[in-house]
Nanobody, 125 residues
Framework: QVQLVESGGGLVQPGGSLRLSCAAS????????IGWFRQAPGKEREPLGCITSSDDSTFYKDSVKGRFTMSSDNAKNTVYLEMNSLKPEDTAVYYC??????????????????WGKGTLVTVSS
């Protein structure tokens, strides 16, 4: 059974950093594309970036480019989202999702067939 579990969220001060994890089970990361998304209160779910662990190809949305970095550990079947220089507007529930295949484009909800339940990130002083 395909399963994705996010962890690592919490409360952080503006300017701080967090690393989120997306632990995958029931499938092999190398055969899939993983996308990171977030949804702030009252807003639509927003794609942040996508990664294929087969060759570590990445695609980032402009809103997080330069501040957020994705990586993968195939031995642990886990994908990470390193978030730096966090701002209050980064407050949201963060999700990872899987799409079978190897392309980071298009990076969005299309074709994502499994989703985690999310982890809450709150950026506040």
């Amino acid at each position: 059974q395909v399963q994705l579990v996010e962890s690592g969220g919490g409360l952080v001060q503006p300017g701080g950093s967090l690393r989120l994890s997306c632990a995958a089970s029931g499938f092999t990361l190398k055969q899939s594309t993983i996308g990171w998304f977030r949804q702030a209160p009252g807003k639509e779910r927003e794609p942040l970036g996508c990664i294929t662990s087969s060759d570590d190809s990445t695609f980032y949305k402009d809103s997080v480019k330069g501040r957020f970095t994705m990586s993968s550990d195939n031995a642990k079947n886990t994908v990470y989202l390193e978030m730096n220089s966090l701002k209050p507007e980064d407050t949201a529930v963060y999700y990872c999702a899987r799409r079978p295949g190897y392309s980071v484009r298009p990076c969005g909800p299309w074709g994502m067939d499994s989703w985690g339940k999310g982890t809450l990130v709150t950026v506040s002083s």
